[in-house]
């Protein structure tokens, strides 16, 4: 997904986006939340302005990236549906929201951004009873550690319920 100015101008301005894309797993290696990304579809418009030099892209976003188990670190496809809106200027100016290029849109940096913007920080599919323990360790589930927090007798007050007991 790639246009020259000149391409933008011959298609009177608009362009109509609908196409797989092909995420390679170079763009995504210094992300530790994320594996791969496969079946990714953008779809969307795009409008060329002759007033600002300016290219603009609605677009969707979708597919299924491949994330690590934040409990057992095994692989889980996760969905993601996104929408973005990125604005391409051939001329320089001080917007921080607009990307400049020379003589080419490239959307395929844009599209990488916007999904990274969708991994998400813990994702699991393990279950309570899978959850990995070891030797004086345990990992809980949040509705496990809290019943233990309620449970729990602070030990500067621990004193007070002997005294209460030998009453």
């Not at 996760?78 to 990125?86: N, R």
Request: with cysteine; charged share 35%; glycine share 4%.
């Amino acid at each position: 997904m790639k246009w020259t100015r000149t391409e933008l101008i011959d298609a009177r301005n608009n362009i109509d986006i609908d196409e797989d894309v092909e995420i390679d797993d170079e763009s995504l290696k210094h992300y530790d939340g994320i594996i791969a990304v496969k079946d990714v579809h953008v779809y969307g418009k795009g409008y060329y302005s002759d007033e600002d030099d300016s290219f603009y892209v609605d677009m969707n976003i979708e597919g299924v990236m491949i994330c690590p188990d934040s409990i057992t670190n095994e692989p889980i496809d996760y969905p993601f549906e996104t929408s973005a809106q990125e604005t391409y200027s051939f001329s320089k100016g001080e917007d921080d929201e607009t990307r400049y290029v020379d003589d080419e849109v490239n959307l395929y940096e844009a599209i990488v951004d916007n999904i990274l913007l969708e991994v998400p920080m813990q994702i699991s599919e393990a279950n309570e009873d899978e959850f990995p323990e070891g030797e004086g360790w345990k990992v809980y589930s949040e509705k496990q550690y809290q019943e233990m927090k309620e449970n729990e007798i602070d030990p500067r007050l621990a004193i007070l319920k002997e005294y209460k007991e030998e009453k």
